[in-house]
T-cell receptor, first 114, second 111 residues
Framework: GAVVSQHPSRVICKSGTSVKIECRSLDFQATTMFWYRQFPKKSLMLMATSNEGSKATYEQGVEKDKFLINHASLTLSTLTVTSAHPEDSSFYIC??????????FGDGTRLSIL | EDQVTQSPEALRLQEGESSSLNCSYT??????LFWYRQDPGKGPEFLFTLYSAGEEKEKERLKATLTKKESFLHITAPKPEDSATYLC????????????FGSGTKLNVKP
């Protein structure tokens, strides 16, 4: 099946640090990548959708300047959490899809801000 | 308003005790319905896609079915390794980047 790699799997850093998370589709070209945030025992909360070469579309309530998304190629998207604070601690998951095909998910990044 | 509702929220089964998980949806138009399995600390793993009412898909002990209003994930003779959270998602017709996820059913199968 389709493979999506997300890196790093876990990050612990100090408040005020910026953190970059990478999402790569390894065996297919992803026209669209999605970024989600998941709180404990809750479902996925969509943060933004990005198409290769275009600006990301953010969901209501998600700060564009806080969560920078770059989708520079058909196999790579990055999420940068700028000046992270403890309230940004969460589980971040990316997914990738080709056209109208199902989304395939990475294994997530556990972000802990001290 | 488009929405997806999953029930029950949690389900505890004995090994071998078959059951079904429900995913009800209300969307302006259905492009596809997807089932995923999510283990703790992991991203969701794709299981099935269903596109039209009456369609069925099977994989090992799992069978997914679809009607015009809901989907069922039937689990036959479950094993402890089937324990996970099962998510369904609906893709909206006309905008294949638009997905709605349910809140999931956490399944616990005891030996």
């Amino acid at each position: 099946g389709a493979v999506v790699s997300q890196h790093p799997s876990r990050v612990i850093c100090k408040s005020g640090t910026s953190v970059k998370i990478e999402c790569r589709s390894l065996d297919f070209q992803a026209t669209t990548m999605f970024w989600y945030r998941q709180f404990p025992k809750k479902s996925l909360m969509l943060m933004a959708t990005s198409n290769e070469g275009s600006k990301a579309t953010y969901e209501q309530g998600v700060e564009k300047d806080k969560f920078l998304i770059n989708h520079a190629s058909l196999t790579l998207s990055t999420l940068t959490v700028t000046s992270a604070h403890p309230e940004d601690s969460s589980f971040y998951i990316c997914s990738a899809s080709l056209g109208d095909q199902p989304q395939h998910f990475g294994d997530g990044t556990r972000l802990s801000i001290l | 308003e488009d929405q997806v509702t999953q029930s029950p929220e949690a389900l505890r089964l004995q090994e071998g005790e078959s059951s079904s998980l429900n995913c009800s949806y209300t969307v302006s138009g259905l492009r596809g319905l997807f089932w995923y399995r999510q283990d703790p600390g992991k991203g969701p793993e794709f299981l099935f896609t269903l596109y039209s009412a009456g369609e069925e898909k099977e994989k090992e002990r799992l069978k997914a079915t679809l009607t015009k209003k809901e989907s069922f994930l039937h689990i036959t003779a479950p094993k402890p390794e089937d324990s996970a959270t099962y998510l369904c998602a609906v893709q909206v017709a006309g905008d294949f980047n638009k997905f709605y996820f349910g809140s999931g059913t956490k399944l616990n199968v005891k030996p």
